[in-house]
């Protein structure tokens, strides 16, 4: 009777074993799927952030350009004025000068 005990705790420690062992590779292969899951998410969610910022950087640069190219037509605009009032004091001159040796 005590043989026959101790066989079947035996067996019922064997059967454990199993189970454990099963629980445990399948744990593993839930904890390996779990991690390629969350790296596949990590991935997408790099690649979103990324086209995201490569958009706001495009947004960024055509404001640049813009602001930019307002800034050179008020340069040159204000280039031109410039050079059109030294024409106009320069040409003032001349007749003063013109002016003065004639005696007006």
């Known amino acids: 009777m005590a043989s026959k005990a101790v ?5 019922v420690e064997e059967k454990a074993k199993k ?3 099963e629980a445990e590779k399948k744990a593993e292969e839930i ?3 779990a991690k390629k899951e969350a790296e ?7 690649k979103n952030a990324e086209i995201e910022a490569e958009k706001v ?12 190219k307002i800034i050179v037509k008020k340069a ?5 004025k410039l ?3 030294s024409k106009k004091k320069f040409e003032d001159a001349i ?3 013109i002016n003065t040796i004639i005696g007006v």
């Open 7 to 11: 066989e079947l705790i035996s067996e």
């Open 19 to 21: 189970i454990i062992s």
């Open 31 to 33: 904890v390996k799927q």
């Open 40 to 46: 596949n998410v990590r991935e997408t969610m790099l």
């Open 57 to 68: 950087w495009k947004e960024i640069l055509a404001r640049a350009e813009e602001e930019a």
């Open 76 to 80: 040159e605009e204000d280039a031109e």
């Open 83 to 85: 050079k059109t009032n």
């Open 95 to 97: 007749k003063l000068i």
